[in-house]
């Protein structure tokens, strides 16, 4: 964005603040912000504790109470929600959904009532951290996954489902972390929602893999065993991508997404009828891998 320049008394020049980010920020007249001075740029940056976003719910209101509510909230960015209810039903899954949502605890109950806050207010911090786990975790989860079913190892694919979980926990923090405060690249917030949103997704697919195996139970043929393997390989692609661009692993992975697509389709004509939904699966999977190129695209420009 352009800020015009205006001139107080004879030496003093003024930029005024984006209103977004002074909303945001909650900053007000008499408040103090740091400026550091970097070659041709300045940046601005408030230490100014953050007021508490709080919300109350009440089931009666609602008249339907589903255990996301609260998830969305935490993702959005909420710190303290009070939930009243009359259904002692309510309380049992707002326990069973809790350990799900990290820093999430609840500080204060009552016979209707229970309040909910974020006391790990570090983990708002924790974005690029949590976001490199989730790629590390997505990876060895593809991995292990692959590996156990050629061997057939079924208990250790039943473990293998727990990293799913992690995935949730890890992504939901990115996502609260960038509703409250915003990427540090502001215009790009976006963006980094979205990858993080399809990251969360992958995970899903994997898991809907794990699963369809378990309950076949039953050996898959050499060329799905092989779709499986490069589609590891494309994610894996993307994730080195990610962290450090290449222009020739930036054409590999277009080539690779066509060529993946071209299998999907040989193989929905030939496979058999069980076979089918884990061929559906990965097709949805690479799918998922290849748009993930966009929105990292445009976190580059």
């Given at each position: ?10 030496k003093?020049?003024v930029?005024?603040?984006?209103r977004?980010?002074v909303?945001?920020n909650?900053v007000?007249?008499g408040d ?7 070659d041709t ?5 408030t230490?100014?504790e953050?007021k ?8 009666k ?7 996301l509510?609260?998830?969305y909230?935490y ?6 929600i009070?939930?009243?209810?009359r259904?002692k039903e309510?309380y049992s899954e707002?326990?069973?959904k809790l350990?799900?949502l990290?820093?999430?605890e609840i500080i204060?109950q009552g ?11 570090v983990?708002d911090?924790?974005?690029?951290n949590?976001l490199?786990?989730t790629?590390?975790i997505?990876?060895?989860?593809a991995?292990?996954?692959i590996?156990?079913?050629k061997s ?5 694919l039943?473990s293998i489902?727990?990293l799913e979980n ?5 992504t ?6 960038l509703n ?7 215009e790009k ?9 399809d990251?969360?997704?992958i ?7 794990i699963k369809?195996y ?8 050499k060329?799905i ?8 390989k494309?994610?894996k692609?993307f ?5 450090k ?9 277009h080539?690779t997404k066509?060529k993946?697509?071209k ?9 058999e009828?069980?076979?089918l ?6 097709a949805g999977l690479i ?7 966009g929105p990292y695209y445009?976190t580059?420009?």
């Open positions: 964005m352009q800020r015009k320049v205006i001139q107080l008394a004879r003093t020049l930029v005024s603040l984006p977004k980010w909303v945001k909650q007000e007249k103090s912000i740091e400026i550091t001075e970097e740029k300045l940046t601005i940056n230490e100014k953050l508490l976003k709080k919300i109350v719910l009440d089931t209101e609602l008249g339907h109470y589903d255990p509510y609260i998830a909230l993702q959005e960015g909420t710190d303290e009070i939930i009243n209810y259904d309510v707002i326990q069973k350990p799900d990290m820093g999430f204060d016979e209707n009532f229970v309040k909910i806050k974020n006391i790990s207010g983990l911090q924790e974005f690029d949590l490199r786990r790629f590390y997505i990876e060895e989860m991995n292990s996954s590996e156990s079913i057939k190892n079924l208990e250790r039943k489902l727990a992690s995935i949730d926990k890890f939901d923090v990115c996502k609260r972390s409250k405060k915003g990427h540090t690249k502001q917030t976006v963006f980094y929602y979205v990858i993080i949103r990251l969360e997704k995970g899903d697919f994997y898991n809907e893999l369809c378990i309950e076949r139970n039953s050996s898959i043929n060329e065993i092989e779709l499986y393997e490069e589609t590891n494309f994610f692609l994730h080195r991508l990610f962290y661009f290449d222009k020739d692993d930036a054409t590999k992975f080539k066509k993946l697509g299998k999907v389709e040989k193989l929905m004509k030939t496979a009828k069980e076979e939904l884990t061929i559906f699966n990965l799918k998922m891998i290849g748009n993930l190129y445009l580059t420009t």
